[in-house]
Antibody
Framework: QVQLKESGPVLVQASETLSLTCTVS????????VIWVRQPPGKGLEWMGI???????DYNSALKSRLSINRDTSKSQVFLKMNSLQTDDTAIYYC??????WGQGVMVTVSS | DVVLTQTPPTLSATIGQSVSISCRSS???????????LHWLLQRPGQSPQLLIY???RLESGVPNRFSGSGSGTDFTLKISGVEAEDLGVYYC?????????FGAGTKLELK
C-alpha cells in the first residue's frame, strides 16, 4: 500500500538549514510526483513545492529563493532543503502524493 | 499566483444539517488539457489532511456520498448533505491547475 513518512530534526536554530526526508513505499517516484506542504501551529496549509515524476520542480514563489527539492529514486526518497530559517518557519511539514496520500507530518521548531 | 478565497471561514452546524462551502479562484482553473484541478480536503484535529473530492466533483474512494462537489471556472462549492459528528474539522480547497499550487485559507466546521 502507498505510504509516505517524513523524517528530520525537530529543532533547528534560526539562520540554519532545514533538511527533511520523505521516504515513500508502494509506488515509484518515476511514476508520481511528491509535494511538500507545511502548516504553522494553528494556521492553514501552505503548498511549498513539488518534484514531478520526471524530476522537474516547482516552488512556492515566496519560498523559491530558499527552497530546494531533490530525490533519490533508488532509495524512494524525496529531500527538502530550506536555508536561512526563521522562527516563522516553525511548522508541521508534510509530504503528499497527489493530495490523496499523506505522511504523518514532522513538527519542526525553529529556535532563535 | 492563484488566490483561492474560501467562505465562510467558520461554519456552525447541527447534526443532520446540510451545509455548503464556497471556493472562488482569482483565475480560471480549467487546464488546457480539459481538466479542472480543484480538490477538497478535510483536516480533522491532530490529523493529516484527507482528500474528499478531486477534479471538482469526483468522490475519493471510501469517502461518504454525503459529500459532493460542484462548480467550474472560478467558482466551486463543497456540500455536505447531513453533517455527522465525524465531519468536524477544517476544510480546504486546493488548486493544481497553475503552478505554484495554492490552498484556500480553510473553513472550520463546528457543532452548533
Amino acid at each position: 500500500q502507498v505510504q509516505l513518512k517524513e523524517s528530520g530534526p525537530v529543532l533547528v536554530q534560526a539562520s540554519e538549514t532545514l533538511s527533511l526526508t520523505c521516504t515513500v513505499s508502494g509506488f515509484s517516484l518515476t511514476n508520481y510526483g511528491v509535494i511538500w506542504v507545511r502548516q504553522p501551529p494553528g494556521k492553514g496549509l501552505e503548498w511549498m513545492g513539488i518534484i514531478w515524476r520526471n524530476g522537474n520542480t516547482d516552488y512556492n514563489s515566496a519560498l523559491k529563493s530558499r527552497l530546494s527539492i531533490n530525490r533519490d529514486t533508488s532509495k524512494s526518497q524525496v529531500f527538502l532543503k530550506m536555508n536561512s530559517l526563521q522562527t516563522d518557519d516553525t511548522a508541521i511539514y508534510y509530504c503528499t502524493r497527489d493530495m490523496g496520500y499523506w505522511g504523518q507530518g514532522v513538527m519542526v521548531t525553529v529556535s532563535s | 499566483d492563484v488566490v483561492l478565497t474560501q467562505t465562510p471561514p467558520t461554519l456552525s452546524a447541527t447534526i443532520g444539517q446540510s451545509v455548503s462551502i464556497s471556493c472562488r479562484s482569482s483565475q480560471s482553473l480549467l487546464h488546457s488539457n480539459g481538466n479542472t484541478y480543484l480538490h477538497w480536503l478535510l483536516q480533522r484535529p491532530g490529523q493529516s489532511p484527507q482528500l474528499l473530492i478531486y477534479l471538482v466533483s469526483r468522490l475519493e474512494s471510501g469517502v461518504p456520498n454525503r459529500f459532493s462537489g460542484s462548480g467550474s471556472g472560478t467558482d466551486f462549492t463543497l456540500k455536505i448533505s447531513g453533517v455527522e459528528a465525524e465531519d468536524l474539522g477544517v476544510y480546504y480547497c486546493v488548486q493544481g491547475t497553475h503552478a505554484p499550487y495554492t490552498f484556500g485559507a480553510g473553513t472550520k466546521l463546528e457543532l452548533k
